[in-house]
Structures are given as structure tokens and as C-alpha cells.
Nanobody
Framework: QVQLVESGGGLVQAGGSLRLSCAAS????????MAWYRQAPGKQRELVAT???????NYADPVKGRIAISRDNAKNTVYLQMNSLKPEDAAVYYC?????????WGQGTQVTVSS
């Protein structure tokens, strides 16, 4: 069983930065494809970024150039560095780990961006 715990959310002004963390326990994180999703009120959950065990990354178009996903396998932690934040980035951000048919989610961390 894998447990994922997000942290680092909060209130930030537009143009500011935040770094989210996702700490994993119960398994070896480097085996998993890790991802960050977000869900704004009244909207569907959407994929923000992914990173493979080997470090290959992919980003959704709205965040390209502003957000970076990374992982520290030694610390069993995945990060989401968010820069130049916009009001439309406000959402609950969720961490997800996928290995074969297994999928695990964290509880989410709130990001609020003031204009």
C-alpha cells in the first residue's frame, strides 16, 4: 500500500511562486510514474505534469514554461515548482502514483492565487 501526502499549498499573489511536495511511503517511489493533477471548483480534475522513474517529464499546455515537476527518489518525494502563478492556477493540487495497474492518490493541497 502506498501513501502519498502533499504539502506546500497556500495563498500567493499572482506572479508569485510555490513549491508543492508529495511524500510517498510504503513503496519505492522510483518505480512509479508520478503526476500532479489539479481541480478547480466546478471543473474536472486535470493533469498538470508527469514524470517517469527515469526523469522524463511532460506538461499540460497551460503550465508549460511556468511549472516544473521533479523527483528525489532518495527522499521518496516528488515536487512541483510553480512560478509566475496566475489566478486560473488556483485549485486543489493532487499527487498521483501509477505502477502497472495500481494507482494511488494523495489527499490534495489547496493553492489560492490572488489577483
Amino acid at each position: 500500500q502506498v501513501q502519498l501526502v502533499e504539502s506546500g499549498g497556500g495563498l500567493v499573489q499572482a506572479g508569485g511562486s510555490l513549491r508543492l511536495s508529495c511524500a510517498a511511503s510504503g513503496s519505492i517511489l522510483r518505480l512509479y510514474v508520478m503526476a500532479w493533477y489539479r481541480q478547480a471548483p466546478g471543473k474536472q480534475r486535470e493533469l498538470v505534469a508527469t514524470i517517469t522513474g527515469g526523469g522524463t517529464t511532460n506538461y499540460a499546455d497551460p503550465v508549460k514554461g511556468r511549472i516544473a515537476i521533479s523527483r528525489d527518489n532518495a527522499k521518496n518525494t516528488v515536487y512541483l515548482q510553480m512560478n509566475s502563478l496566475k489566478p486560473e492556477d488556483a485549485a486543489v493540487y493532487y499527487c498521483r502514483g501509477v505502477l502497472d495497474t495500481a494507482s494511488y492518490w494523495g489527499q490534495g493541497t489547496q493553492v489560492t492565487v490572488s489577483s
